[in-house]
């Protein structure tokens, strides 16, 4: 990546951080995440112009209400402080190698990886990548900060549930070797309404949602948990095709969370990875159940798989330019997924989930 096109993200990112991490009351600001995806893609020439448009919809940066210590766990998950987190984070990441900072609190913020729908972790590893490609760039470094900051004042946590799956229930989920069996496999609330936070209360009022996150193994083997982590990304994208109707926006996330958690774990001691899967599927799965439609769409309502002629690499780009040309940072984002699992499957129907997504989300 040249200087001129990270600089092209260090400035989007300093206009940014004068924004909140949120606006209108609940949405979260995707600015930070989608321009760094279009740089990361080629598309570093129309990122002022996105942004002058998009910054129009966001709100200042809040203010703070006092410093974060020691107490630091009163603070969790209270929206309040996000002001103070960042203040925190930014004080941490000053005093040591965003790496130490980034292996400390991972664990700590694990397992509220659903907060604010997932868009903490994601704002996080859209920051790791940028860090990983481009170096430790002082303004790539504090978009870390704010990340880590935003995933703290959201922290939440998923229902377990009751008592623990039955060991005959477990036995009847044996046959579903595969990651997209498994994702096939997890229940449906029955009252798909209200907002996240009203949909995953309901899980744990779910008789079969403590099977579903007991029948998903988590193998102890770093490498292991890596392959199988991508496995859940390349799974929920391509469910995503069929299924996404069922939410066009907050489907998205399945795939774009896990897929965070992937790019993140280069940063990560490798002791880290098991427990970052068990994570992702725990968030991927809730989405699911909270969102899915009951039944899929009809075959012939699907965007065709693109024709045949072109290089992969020329497919996986112009898929990406045209969630650039549609401007949602919805699209833009599981684009920026897609493309990814397109690369890494060869399965036409990731370029077809991404075109999809165009089509159910409002550009």
């Not at 939440?156 to 477990?170: E, K, L, R, Y």
């Amino acid at each position: 990546m040249t200087s001129a096109v990270v600089g092209t993200l260090d400035e989007a990112y300093e206009r940014l951080h004068a924004t909140g991490p949120e606006f209108d009351g609940f949405l979260s600001n995707h600015g930070p995440m989608a321009v760094e995806a279009m740089v990361r893609h080629g598309h570093s020439d129309v990122v002022g112009s996105w942004l002058d448009a998009y910054i129009r919809r966001l709100e200042e940066f809040p203010r703070g209400i006092g410093s974060i210590g020691a107490d630091w766990r009163e603070a969790l998950g209270d929206p309040r402080r996000v002001a103070d987190w960042t203040e925190f984070f930014c004080g941490e990441i000053r005093e040591r190698p965003w790496q130490q900072v980034l292996n400390a609190w991972w664990p700590r913020l694990l397992p509220g990886l659903v907060a604010a729908a997932t868009h903490g972790v994601i704002r996080v590893g859209h920051a790791v990548r940028a860090l990983l490609a481009d170096g430790d760039d002082d303004t790539h470094i504090a978009e870390l900060a704010h990340g880590l900051a935003y995933w703290a004042s959201r922290w939440q946590t998923v229902p377990t549930g009751h008592a623990g799956a039955s060991a005959a229930s477990a036995a009847g989920q044996a046959h579903l070797a595969t990651t997209a069996e498994l994702l096939a496999a997890v229940p449906r609330i029955d009252e798909q309404s209200g907002g996240v936070g009203e949909r995953l209360a309901r899980l744990g009022r779910l008789p079969t949602w403590p099977l579903a996150l007991a029948g998903f193994g988590v193998p102890a083997a770093p490498e292991q948990a890596r392959a199988r982590l991508a496995d859940l990304v390349d799974a929920a994208t391509l469910r995503y095709l069929s299924y996404g109707h069922g939410n066009g926006i907050m489907l998205v996330h399945t795939a774009t969370a896990p897929n965070a958690v992937l790019r993140t774990l280069p940063a990560l001691d490798a002791a880290l990875w098991p427990p970052s899967l068990a994570a992702a599927w725990t968030a991927t799965s809730a989405l699911t159940a909270v969102y899915s439609p009951a039944y899929p769409a009809e075959r012939a309502e699907l965007p065709a798989p693109p024709a045949g002629g072109e290089s992969r690499e020329d497919t996986a780009e112009n898929t990406f330019a045209r969630a650039v040309e549609h401007g949602d940072v919805h699209v833009i984002k599981f684009a920026d997924t897609a493309v990814e699992v397109f690369a890494r499957t060869g399965n036409p129907d990731a370029i077809s989930a991404a075109l999809r997504a165009g089509t159910l989300i409002e550009p």
